[in-house]
């Protein structure tokens, strides 16, 4: 398959991106991108987005976060899935990186993954949304589509990402999920994937 062609077909297909997608997009700090990323966990992103914008009105940095109340998390996050335990998680992480850390967030996924609640998948969002570091966030869109497009052939997102690291060039690391995730939203769908209007059908094992 010619991984240039597709993400080239992608990038100019210009599907609609979702809201929190945009957002993420705009962050640039390492610290909102880590706490938006455990919001969206199991949380849809039109949910999402919203309890991102809520939650940022009550703080935006470590040292104001730590001192928020639980419950006045929970509410401000609520609907996204498991909302009190996230604000927990949050809150604690929080101190944790004020108190520990300097307020500053570790930039090697190693350091990240020790946050209770923060595997690979968060770790490497921050890395390349919050650090513009090269790191492939795979979740269940990318997993899913480069698995449909006959790229990898694994069987979970961690399999997916150490086989794209050896796989896939390094230029398209920070930018792949964003294309990815837009592509699985829109078209490449879990069930049901409108092959027909798919701009990269002709690329897909799918489809031959």
């Known amino acids: 398959m ?16 979702s809201e929190f997608v945009d957002l993420m997009d705009t962050f ?4 909102l991108v880590l706490i938006s990323c455990i919001l ?32 006045d ?38 350091d990240l993954i020790k946050f209770k609640g923060v595997g690979r998948k968060t770790a490497n969002l921050v890395l390349s949304r919050g650090f513009n570091k090269p790191a492939i966030c795979v979740d269940v869109h990318v997993h899913r589509i480069f698995n449909r497009l006959g790229y990898v052939n694994t069987k979970t997102p961690e399999e997916t990402e150490f086989a794209l690291r050896k796989k896939l060039p390094v230029k398209y690391w920070i930018d792949i999920n964003t294309l990815m995730v837009t592509h699985g939203q829109n078209v ?3 069930i ?4 027909s209007v798919c701009p990269i059908a002709g690329h897909c094992a799918k489809n031959i």
């Open 73 to 110: 998390l929970a509410k401000a996050i609520y609907p996204v899935g498991f909302y009190e335990n996230k604000a927990k998680q949050i809150i604690e992480l929080s101190r944790q990186i004020d108190e520990e850390l300097g307020g500053v967030v570790p930039d090697e996924i190693e």
């Open 192 to 195: 049901k994937p409108n092959c």
């Open 28 to 31: 640039n700090d390492p610290y």
């Open 188 to 190: 490449c769908k879990p």
């Open 2 to 17: 010619n991984i240039d062609k597709v993400v080239q077909i992608l990038k100019d297909a210009k599907q609609t991106r």
């Open 40 to 71: 969206s966990l199991r949380t849809n992103d039109r949910t999402t987005y919203p309890a991102t914008l809520r939650m940022l009105e009550l703080a935006k940095t470590p040292h104001e976060m730590k001192a928020v109340k639980a419950d």
